[in-house]
């Protein structure tokens, strides 16, 4: 069983930054695929990115976003960048440990979502 927990949302303006953490439980971090995830009012919950040994992002995020690991702490970090108004959602850290890092159903375990949120 795999826990997780996120941090760091909040209210920035547009272009500024944020930084979100997400701590796992367990001891086969380093195993795991962690995803990042976002869900706008109204909207399906839409892939961000993910990593294990790589990283891959979806088109809207590139070059803004970026996603690392630190396996000594069991954390994954998506530093977001030139935030705009439409990045507004609830931002939540998963894992998994198979293939398919950019369908949500693929994943196992969630977090319990952390508020991020952009204005113009």
């Known amino acids: 069983q795999v826990q997780l927990v996120e941090s760091g949302g909040g209210l920035v303006q547009a272009g500024g930054s944020l930084r979100l953490s997400c701590t796992a439980s367990g001891r086969t971090f380093s195993s795991l695929v962690m995803g990042w995830f976002r869900q706008a009012p109204g909207k399906e919950r839409e892939f961000v990115g993910a990593?294990?040994?790589?990283?891959s992002y979806a088109d809207p995020v590139k070059g803004r976003f970026t996603i690392s690991r630190d396996n000594a702490k069991n954390t994954v970090y998506l530093q977001m960048n030139s935030l705009r108004p439409e990045d507004t959602a609830l931002y939540y850290c998963a894992a998994t440990y198979g293939d398919g890092w950019s369908a949500g159903r693929n994943y196992a375990y969630w977090g319990q979502g952390t508020q991020v949120t952009v204005s113009s």
């Open positions: 990593i294990r040994g790589y990283v």
